[in-house]
């Protein structure tokens, strides 16, 4: 148990469709062994000894988030796009109690229209989008927020798919990042949600067709994000149910 | 069309589970008509001619929430208990829509574990309850909050079900009221949340063992809420969807 | 009484500092009678006999703010620059008081460091800027606001000073539009405040030296946002007092 | 320097109005040592080595509170009431830019009418009160916020001062406790504010005619709290100011 409560290591399991590295050429170019391995690379290489990360993919037997995965993952990160419909709602069901009951999340890019985003934050979560390659800034407005720790102002990235408002989520609890595009966009690509005892974090940048998993900036955004969803021990339990409470219940 | 943009008349649709009524003689002996009915007069007895109410129940076809009554609907109010898992989850997914596009909501008292407000809110909406009749007092904390103006501080209710905390709901938008209960416990009971363009407001009295919708202090609220959460008019639609949009689309 | 509690006409006083227009031809040039009066007949143009303006500036005695002009005024619109620190302490002492007491305030552009908008919030409100004439584009994350209700998405302003983040300001209570700028910056350009019982809006376009206030967008977002920070009448006195209660005085 | 970035021993500096303390017999039985000495022993009973801490006074030199002592304070808790007023405004602008800066604050109970406290929040921070020593029970809303941790579900004090709704604080960033008195008056005693880079925490119990500093559930709130406000270490400095930023800055 680290000093601030939390597990040490900090036990990640790195979600992956996998579908775009096995059918497309541009993208196992980038990521020969998967995007979810390049994240998890990230994690292992700024965290060391402090992570222990695993992997599943969309492909095992419940995508490889069985009940007990999930009851040994602090930290969930989902990176989804050509196949959320694929996703059992049997395992999303499970996914979501999880976080209810204090599993961290972290949603990457397209996860945006996952159907576990969309449960999670009860809107479409649709945006605007453009695959054109354009240059993306993530500006930091939140300064003092754990997750922005140790990152430039703004983080540059050269070639990056356009996301742009109207993004439709709910207001986030902590708006830390907003990216603009060399077309003129904005959008709020790095925000936090706070759901039942788990907290979520959403990061835009991570096309398919670029090797944003590969920057160094946005590795710390990420190890800086797990660390920070990671469940404060004593709270990480089952979703609340409700609970009849006779008079004076408390003072016994 | 109202100077701030709001229909005149406000289309409400009130909607009521109608089992307790119909089941529970002390239900009954409060709410002849059904617990609907004194919701509707309370509405027309403060708006007048500035509302125009309909009712809809859960044994009418489609609950009688079809496409074409939510099309005419600026405001839905929802009251249901005892029967949530016979909601039609098509009906859930059409009236999420439907807020999402911009139609108002009130979720009364033990709406709080629908299908719907779990589903827009993305947490298992538990809490805290006893029922024994204790006096509620309703404290308003935002007082300049449009809901809460002519609205004595505190709400004096004689009897009512205790809801307490924790209620597992993301953080509101706006916190309006908080109540406490005679044997001490707190809640949250009237808070706002932004979703898509639907404004949604959640007000916890209305026990069906208690006279609560004859309550002239919840009748304001609840009239005050209808006019809030009614839609400007421009911005009704559908819910937004994910756009591919070329660079300088905007410039054209 | 408008039917949603506000008042009509809406009495707005239109604060100017007036010092670049008596001292710089270029800003006399596009601003002959000052950047106040265009102000003032962008709300006049758009809210025709729903409102009606007032004119003040810092050269009059107490700034033209004196009790019963606040007394007499519902939203307050404050564009400073060149000389905030010369705004007597007093004055600002009485606004903020006026504010908290319902009186609604919309602060505009450079007004960030004013004296005044920095007391409301308790940080610095710095930025980053640059003044080179780029285009901005004003892009609306909250489409259902008020403020937002027939606005382009995105208002291009075709040249006007860069303002970017970090905005030292604290979490607004709704963020409405960010801006970006033809160099890559972005800035929370648009966003609301609640403290005491007023209402605040901040809107960042609007440097002396480009004609934004004759922009018909940017004069909409204005008249939107005037009628949004009026007060619901009933709520506007005087700032709050801590009051010393008896047992069960509310039951009296 | 502690794994979540925190430094350790954590500097904490206790302020003590200490007037109470020496001219009030009641409040010197309970406090022979002055209320700052039980809060900094309720602080090192709970993180021992993990902190160290400080005690300054409003009768010392300026109030004990120098710049060399703000720059070696990681957090400061304010305890004040009956002198507010003999707070100099030059310490009180020391402290709101170390505030900003990143340095975190812990107002306990009448610190919320503190110059201090109302120059970061903006507003009057005005109350209900009534001091009859009845039983307060604090409850927790936010039961994933660290500063939670380890808190029974309510805290009971058998006797306190009322403090009671409207409180005129802006809408806390995270509200984690409301408590409610016998009298039925609710309270949000327990709510964080971000400002600039700082963390400050409200906590309201804590009358100086009550023995609430001894109270084991009081102290692991204080503690908790004083670890959650410290600063990530990097992040420490001046408040922001404004900076001009030639196009391009970035990329060079």
């Known amino acids: 148990m680290d000093h601030d409560g939390k597990r040490t290591p900090l036990r990640v399991t790195v979600?992956?469709?996998?579908?775009?590295?096995?059918?497309?050429?541009?993208?196992?170019?980038i990521y020969p062994d998967g995007m979810h391995a390049a994240i998890a690379a990230g994690l292992e290489e700024l965290l060391g000894d402090r992570?222990?990360?695993?992997?599943?993919?969309?492909?095992?037997?419940?995508?490889?988030?069985?009940?007990?995965?999930?009851?040994?993952?602090?930290?969930?990160?989902?990176?989804?796009?050509?196949?959320?419909g694929e996703?059992?709602?049997a395992v999303v069901d499970r996914v979501q109690a999880a976080v209810l009951g204090g599993m961290g999340l972290l949603v990457?890019?397209?996860?945006?229209?996952?159907?576990?985003?969309q449960r999670l934050l009860g809107t479409s979560c649709s945006l605007r989008w453009r695959n054109d390659g354009e240059r993306e800034l993530v500006w930091t407005v939140d300064p003092a927020h754990p997750i922005a720790a140790g990152v430039?102002?703004?983080?540059?990235?050269?070639?990056?798919?356009?996301?742009?408002?109207?993004?439709?989520?709910?207001?986030?609890?902590?708006l830390v990042f907003i990216s603009s595009f060399a077309g003129g966009e904005v959008f709020r690509g790095g925000c936090s949600f706070f759901r039942g005892a788990g907290r979520i974090f959403y990061f835009?940048?991570?096309?398919?067709?670029?090797?944003?998993?590969?920057h160094p900036d946005v590795r710390r955004v990420l190890a800086n994000a797990a660390l920070w969803?990671?469940?404060?021990?004593?709270?990480?339990?089952?979703?609340?149910a409700s609970e009849q409470s006779p008079r004076d219940w408390f003072a016994r």
Chains 1, 2, 3, 4 share one sequence.
Not at 108 to 117: I, Y
Request: no cysteine; aromatic share 8%; hydrophobic share 35%.
């Open 15 to 29: 979600w992956g469709e996998n579908v775009h590295e096995r059918r497309d050429d541009s993208v196992r170019a």
């Open 87 to 89: 996703v059992q709602d």
């Open 51 to 84: 992570v222990r990360v695993r992997i599943a993919t969309l492909q095992e037997p419940e995508h490889g988030l069985t009940q007990d995965v999930l009851d040994d993952t602090d930290v969930l990160t989902w990176w989804g796009h050509a196949a959320h």
């Open 152 to 174: 430039p102002h703004p983080i540059v990235i050269e070639a990056q798919e356009m996301y742009g408002e109207q993004f439709d989520i709910p207001a986030p609890d902590q």
């Open 204 to 214: 835009s940048p991570g096309d398919q067709e670029y090797p944003v998993y590969f």
């Open 108 to 117: 990457l890019h397209s996860g945006h229209e996952s159907k576990l985003f």
């Open 229 to 240: 969803a990671s469940p404060v021990a004593p709270e990480r339990g089952a979703a609340l």
